[in-house]
């Protein structure tokens, strides 16, 4: 089960940073990841974090200004955002998979949480 929160309103060129916890499994098998969907357009990648690499992925259009780490001890993923632009606008989804080589593909991740909305004013 993940939970995610953190969500807020916020203007633009602030900072948030979200969090999901996992529970009920082997944390540290999975991936962790974030995806976004913004009113009346289709789920986007936005970061994952792999576990058996230590390695993370962006979606390009917030390279550069998202960042997302895990505390193994916690069972917990983060997605700190920083320079938020109104186009960040939606609802945040954390999202988990035992395939360690899951990157973007919405579709290879099993495990979603409930959302969290994202708004950033102008």
């Known amino acids: 089960q993940l939970q995610a929160c953190g969500g807020g309103l916020v203007q633009a060129g602030g900072s948030l940073r979200l969090s999901c916890a996992a529970s009920g499994r082997t944390f540290r098998l999975y991936v962790m990841g974030w995806f976004r969907r913004a009113p009346g357009k289709e789920r986007e990648f936005v970061a994952t974090f792999r576990w058996s690499t230590n390695s993370t992925l962006y979606g390009d259009s917030v390279k550069g200004r998202f960042a997302i780490s895990r505390d193994n001890a916690k069972n917990t993923v983060y997605l700190q955002m920083n320079s938020l632009k109104p186009e960040d606008t939606a609802v945040y989804y954390c999202?988990?998979?035992?395939?360690?080589?899951?990157?973007?593909?919405?579709?290879?991740?099993?495990?979603w949480g409930q959302g969290t909305q994202v708004t950033v004013s102008s």
């Open positions: 999202a988990a998979s035992t395939n360690p080589l899951v990157g973007s593909e919405a579709y290879k991740y099993k495990y």
